[in-house]
């Protein structure tokens, strides 16, 4: 029997581009970038300079496929507040004001954290849960409108 297309997950690879192993963070955080990649477990790579910002064994996503800054890569993209799931904070605000002032965003956020998708620790170059940043954020938000109403 052949085991040729099994994948074993937590199967660490080296970089295609620079050869060095990241951490596997798999798909969610790669989702937000390219919606329609594979369900696999993706790994991000950490190498300052290395164009490389997910990879697996079927293919990258670089620096350029991306919509926010990620880690330390694309740094000349918006740089989010949520790392992991590329939200912005225009993103956050737009979507509080479009629901009462309720962030839905936070709420995903907050489900994905508990289901374990979350990986701030390699994603986020804090290395912190952006969930205290997101906070700031909307609090933010909240008290300036109130000094305009
Ligand atoms: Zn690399």
């Not at 990258?60 to 989010?80: E, I, L, M």
């Not at 605000?93 to 479009?98: E, F, P, T």
């Amino acid at each position: 029997m052949s085991s040729c297309c099994s994948i074993s997950p937590g199967r660490a690879l080296p970089c295609p581009s620079c050869g060095e192993i990241g951490p596997v963070v798999g798909v969610a955080p790669v989702r937000p970038h390219r919606p329609d990649v594979v369900d696999r477990p993706w790994q991000h790579c950490q190498t300052a300079g290395c164009p490389v910002v997910y990879y697996l064994d079927l293919g990258v996503v670089d620096a350029d496929a991306v919509v926010t800054q990620v880690g330390s890569k694309a740094t000349d993209r918006p740089t989010p507040v949520c790392f992991c799931f590329a939200h912005t904070a225009d993103d956050l605000v737009a979507d509080a004001d479009a629901n009462g002032g309720v962030s839905t965003i936070k709420a995903e956020i907050r489900q994905a954290v508990a289901d374990g998708y979350c990986a701030c620790e390699h994603l986020n170059p804090s290395t912190k849960c952006c969930l205290a940043d997101i906070h700031r954020t909307l609090n933010l938000n909240a008290a300036t409108r109130v000094g305009t109403r």
